[in-house]
């Protein structure tokens, strides 16, 4: 190692100590890594109002319809109280090879009605739910 030779009296020293840099950059190291997780928690987003193409099945597609009132229709006459959907629904399924369930409510029905339907599906053992939704506006044609 070569130290510089600081003879005489009053001799300023030319270097930049960087000992304190370094000690600063991972604090701020340390606490960016800690509160990065965090803030990602709270992001808000805009979510998709339509499906982008057409979902293609095997066979006829179960569907679970939610009315303005909140009545649960297994099918498309089948009403079903919202407390028996899980069992008949899982009686349903096992009986067909297309697993998938899917779930098409009115736009004005609440958030917490769908996802009590959906949740009721789900712990009855039935994972592969989807949503259906009408496209907002027809889409349009590629340019030549």
């Known amino acids: 190692m070569a130290f510089d030779d600081i003879s005489g009296e009053g001799g300023t020293i030319s270097q930049i100590n960087v000992t304190p840099l370094v000690d600063v950059m991972l604090v701020l190291l340390i606490i960016f890594m800690v509160s990065a997780p965090m803030l990602s928690q709270g992001v808000e987003l805009d979510l998709p109002k339509e499906t982008i193409s057409q979902v293609n099945g095997e066979g006829e597609q179960l ?29 349903v399924v096992d009986q067909r090879k297309d697993k998938r369930v899917f779930i098409k409510a009115d736009r004005s029905v609440s958030y917490g ?32």
């Open 63 to 91: 569907v679970v319809s939610i009315t303005k009132g909140g009545d649960v229709y297994l099918g498309s006459n089948n009403k079903v109280a919202l407390e028996q959907i899980g069992p008949k629904i899982k009686a």
């Open 113 to 144: 009605t769908v996802m009590a339907v959906m949740g009721r599906i789900r712990r009855a053992g039935i994972y592969k739910v989807g949503l259906i939704t009408e496209p907002s506006e027809p889409a349009a044609k590629p340019k030549v």
